[in-house]
């Protein structure tokens, strides 16, 4: 009898093995390989162009160089050039400075007259974007005041911060035409500081927000942002009534899905965007979101699209092997959500097939298993029972191989000895009898 069970178990192995080393189209995966490669050499470039033009203005600035600087942008506020031309920007490079640096050619009344023509500035734009870029200026700059140990000076800077946090709630500011995307990400990431640390409480965080949605040509990834801050705020225990924040996600949730709905995303486009993704240097869960949001919106188009669609979620599980994505928890968990969501039970076979493979790759992945197996044990039983049909004729490839192999997955983990498995997957006692000789090691398991 042990024979018997051992030379089944080797059998049903090679099933698993046959399945997981064919399941993924390696020609495609190679273009996608060499693809992603060559957006991590350009990548690779521009960081290398940005830290070389970083250096040059900012690392080997001299004391005279530092000065010159701040004589421009003293300058152009005095004669009403500054939001015409590039001083902003420059204070901005000067502020990352080191502390010991900066603060041996600045005095204290240099900073405060920086922090005066600072105020004067804010008070003259009508932009949005400048008061950003200022309210960056004077975080960097409070670093380098209260080294100083001066608190009348780190009082004034404060000061300024919250005037022009007051100014974003209640000036009506111009839209806004030339600012980028990546731009008004940053302003979602500093408001979200700015709750954190308490420097702005939940409503201001909202009406700011809500103004530079109207102020802007929103982007879909830009509402996305948006709405997991909000998560992470909701996610903290010292905010109380958040009642309202929870309103707001929900219209921002609507937005997305309306958005989504009559989005044209091509699969080209959906393809650029994981290319973009994985060749990263960091993984923000944000860019993964509204990738998997995208693809679950892409692959209801169209049968095609939809099996592009998971061959796209098996190159990711693929290239997890390289760069441990789904070592991040929410990823993780939102990728896994995406795969049971795309799950139809009117899919074509071909579709449900690639289901199938995706789904026990996951299984037999490490993080998934620990993580995620109860789920994608549920996933495969509900593809399965969809394929036993009485109109459609069952065979090796397209049923009866993946049972082979589920016995095994069931067999080969003690937590699961689910009993019925055979009755939730037939449909008459003939139906059942054909399964059950393909559930031996299984019922093997059961009987002790």
């Known amino acids: 009898m042990n024979?018997?069970?051992?030379?089944?178990?080797s059998k049903k192995y090679l099933i698993i093995k046959n399945i997981l080393n064919n399941s993924f189209d390696k020609k495609i995966f190679n273009k996608l390989d060499t693809l992603v490669l060559?957006?991590?050499f350009d990548n690779a470039y521009e960081y290398s162009i940005m830290e070389n033009i970083e250096r040059i203005n900012c690392d080997d600035l001299s004391s005279h160089d530092i000065l010159n600087i701040l004589e421009n942008f003293i300058y152009s506020v005095q004669y009403k050039t500054i939001l015409n031309g590039r001083e902003l920007f420059e204070l901005v490079k000067l502020s990352l400075l080191p502390t010991k640096k900066?603060?041996?050619?600045?005095?204290?009344?240099l900073y405060l007259k920086i922090a005066s023509y600072l105020k004067y500035v804010s008070h003259e734009t009508k932009l949005i974007s400048f008061d950003f870029l200022i309210l960056r200026i004077v975080d960097n700059f409070l670093l380098k005041v209260n080294n100083i140990n001066n608190k009348n000076l780190s009082e004034f800077y404060l000061a300024l911060k919250n005037s022009i946090y007051e100014k974003m709630i209640s000036f009506s500011y111009i839209n806004e035409i030339k600012e980028k995307e990546a731009t008004m990400l940053c302003w979602v990431d500093m408001l979200l500081s700015a709750v954190i640390k308490k420097e702005i409480d939940i409503s201001s965080f909202i009406l700011i927000t809500k103004k530079i949605l109207i102020i802007t040509q929103n982007s879909l990834y830009l509402l996305w942002k948006l709405a997991n801050s909000i998560n992470y705020i909701l996610s903290?225990?010292?905010?109380?009534d958040l009642s309202s924040l929870k309103e707001y996600k929900k219209i921002l949730e609507k937005q997305i899905e309306n958005?989504?709905?009559?989005?044209?995303i091509s699969t080209n486009e959906l393809q650029n965007i994981m290319i973009n993704l994985l060749a990263n240097?960091?993984?923000?869960?944000?860019?993964y979101y509204y990738f998997f949001d995208a693809l679950s919106s892409i692959a209801t188009q169209s049968e095609k699209n939809k099996f592009f669609c998971i061959q796209l979620c098996e190159y990711i599980v693929y290239y997890n092997n390289k760069k441990r994505i789904f070592s991040y928890r929410f990823i993780r968990k939102y990728f896994i959500d995406i795969i049971l969501k795309l799950f139809n039970k009117n899919d074509i076979i071909q579709?449900?097939?690639k289901e199938l493979n995706l789904l026990i790759n996951l299984w037999f992945n490490d993080i998934f298993f620990c993580f995620e197996k109860k789920r994608i044990l549920q996933g495969i039983l509900n593809i399965l029972k969809s394929i036993n049909s009485k109109t459609f004729k069952l065979n090796h490839n397209n049923f009866y191989k993946y049972c082979e192999a589920l016995d095994y997955m069931l067999a080969s983990d003690s937590d699961y000895n689910i009993t019925d498995i055979i009755d939730f997957l037939a449909f008459d006692n003939g139906n059942k009898s054909r399964i059950s000789k393909h559930f031996k090691l299984h019922q093997s398991i059961s009987s002790f």
């Open 3 to 9: 024979y018997n069970i051992e030379t089944l178990t």
């Open 38 to 40: 060559s957006k991590c």
């Open 102 to 109: 900066l603060n041996k050619v600045i005095s204290s009344d």
């Open 236 to 240: 903290q225990n010292d905010f109380l």
């Open 259 to 264: 958005r989504y709905t009559y989005a044209n």
């Open 281 to 287: 240097q960091n993984i923000v869960k944000d860019d």
């Open 351 to 353: 579709i449900k097939i």
